[in-house]
């Protein structure tokens, strides 16, 4: 068993599980939050991660496939992608790429679930396509004001992360989630999103 | 090169002289006078800029005594042009408008929470930090890329240190609130559950501040407890992501609530799991103070001349991740 990666959340190893390639995600104790309220965040997400893939499966999102959990430990096992994480792609790819990130999370909204946690690391391009990974911070919602917060915080991301190209990539993420949810529905979106940057300290919005 | 800078932008009215050399600086005076509000009311801000206009003579010549410096040997005067209330921001500026047309000292409007980030800079020898600043106006975590600071996470709705202060005033304590929350939390262990949001590497505090009020009747001491416990976990948790996806190597805070024991416990643990430097302010100059006005003038002043006095106005709402860094 190999350590990849330390996330914020959880560690991630590559390891096996029944002789196929396998990610093991472990949502371990943090010492500094008390324990009730750790065990309740790591359980709730760990148990939330696997119902999500579950459900978005079943609408053609590519996600890794969940082969074991177990909720006491904060353990899941998931199918291992091969593949490079968008945010360390060349900045043009990343930018092309915005436009299948957008369809990705134009389908997820499409079908009432936001992702909660939209980063240029948590999608995979691999040899089959691009793969959305993370689904420990997700919901089930039919609320604009969530979506909207999907695409702030993508946003906030490209400005702060990928500063250089933010206009395009934004762009291009626009374009495909609109391909996705209608003209109607996106621009009522995208208005939310600047109603929650209004929203924040000293905001400047126009 | 000599800098006088002038704070005003909340409750502290500040003046403070920071001595460059090359990069080093060294603060010679730094003054302060704070306005404080009766106990379980907040800042009035016509009231605090009376408190300000009142003393800032005296704080201003105390500052000059002080650092034994006279204000002709003053290079620059630079002043908190914003984010902050108006009346108390105009006050600051009018002060160092007096002072640069009598005496001709070029004059510099700065940016209050770029102030907080390079002073704590200055002062701990950070290099290349992710930061979280933590203050009354800000919850922020930043990182410096291609000429800006960019905000990688922050508060949705109220700041960490609203949410300290309102809940301490609806408690009936004096603002700031934070010490006196900080004091009743050391005295509890008993966690009563409180909404935890976080939202990617944002918070949102406005659901906990109405869920705490709730408890509240409960106890004061376990109120205190469960509020820091899952408003600074929050920010922990932020921050911690914000960390992971930038693979910063050093963490600083700064702001007014970087004084909190138990915030700073949280995130040296954190750091020690990224194998990651942790910096916090020194106590003295996390909050508001003159000196991180005086030297991000003292900054500015290597890459660009000072403004023209038409130009020396303040901007209430002015968002750190506007401004353009030369420096």
Redo the contacts between chains.
């Keep these: 068993m190999k350590l990849v990666?330390?996330?914020?959340?959880a560690d991630i190893y590559v390891t096996t599980w029944n002789g196929q390639n396998s990610i093991l995600k472990i949502r371990k104790k943090?010492?500094?939050?008390?324990n009730?309220?750790d065990i309740?965040?790591r359980t709730l997400r760990t148990i939330r991660e696997a119902k999500m893939i579950y459900e978005v499966k079943s609408f053609g999102i590519s996600t890794p496939i969940v082969y074991f959990v177990d909720e006491k430990k904060c353990e899941i096992y998931l199918q291992f992608i091969k593949g490079k994480l968008v945010?360390d792609l060349p900045m043009k790819q990343i930018v092309k790429i915005c436009t299948d990130i957008g369809k990705i999370v134009g389908t997820l909204h499409k079908n009432g679930i936001m992702h909660?946690?939209?980063?240029t690391?948590n999608f995979i391009l691999s040899q089959r396509g691009l793969v959305i990974l993370d689904f420990g911070?997700s919901q089930k919602t039919d609320a604009i004001d969530d979506y909207a917060?999907d695409l702030r915080?993508f946003k906030?991301?490209l400005?702060?992360?990928h500063?250089?190209i933010v206009v395009g990539a934004w762009a291009s993420f626009i374009q495909g989630y609109q391909s996705i949810l209608g003209n109607t529905l996106t621009e009522r979106i995208v208005n939310q999103v600047l109603v929650?940057e209004k929203?924040?300290?000293?905001?400047?919005v126009v | 090169m000599l800098g006088l800078g002038i704070e005003s932008t909340a409750h502290t009215f500040s003046c403070a002289i920071v001595e460059k050399k090359g990069k080093q600086g060294k603060i010679l005076s730094d003054v302060r006078k704070i306005y404080r509000p009766p106990e379980g009311e907040g800042i009035h801000p016509r009231e605090a800029s009376r408190h300000h206009a009142e003393h800032s003579s005296e704080v201003l010549s105390e500052c000059l005594r002080k650092s034994n410096v006279k204000i002709d040997d003053l290079d620059i005067i630079s002043y908190a042009a914003g984010p902050g209330l108006g009346p108390c921001l105009r006050i600051g500026a009018v002060v160092a408008r007096s002072l640069s047309s009598y005496y001709d000292i070029p004059i510099y409007p700065v940016n209050h929470a770029l102030g907080h980030i390079e002073l704590g800079k200055m002062l701990t020898g950070a290099k290349d930090p992710l930061v979280l600043l933590v203050s009354g106006g800000h919850t922020m975590i930043l990182a410096f890329l291609s000429k800006k600071w960019r905000v990688f996470g922050e508060t949705l709705d109220i700041t960490v240190g609203q949410l300290l202060d309102q809940i301490g005033r609806h408690a009936g304590f004096a603002s700031p609130c934070g010490p006196k929350i900080e004091e009743l939390a050391s005295k509890s262990i008993e966690y009563l559950p409180l909404p935890y949001v976080v939202k990617g590497n944002d918070v949102s505090f406005s659901g906990l501040l109405s869920a705490t009020k709730r408890i509240i009747p409960k106890g004061i001491e376990s109120a205190c407890f469960s509020l820091q416990e899952t408003a600074f976990s929050m920010m922990g948790e932020a921050t911690e992501r914000a960390l992971a996806f930038t693979g910063k190597k050093e963490l600083l805070v700064v702001g007014g609530v970087a004084a909190n024991k138990r915030l700073s416990n949280i995130l040296s643990s954190i750091c020690a799991r990224h194998h990651c430097k942790f910096f916090v302010a020194p106590k003295e100059y996390a909050g508001d103070c003159g000196s991180q006005i005086s030297w991000i003038g003292l900054l500015e002043s290597s890459k660009k001349p000072g403004v023209n006095l038409e130009n020396t106005f303040v901007k209430q709402s002015w968002r750190l991740d506007t401004v353009e860094v030369l420096y």
């Design positions: 990666k330390k996330g914020a959340e943090k010492d500094y939050r008390v009730s309220l309740r965040i945010r909660g946690d939209l980063t690391s911070l917060i915080l906030e991301v400005n702060s992360a500063a250089q929650i929203r924040g300290r000293y905001a400047n």
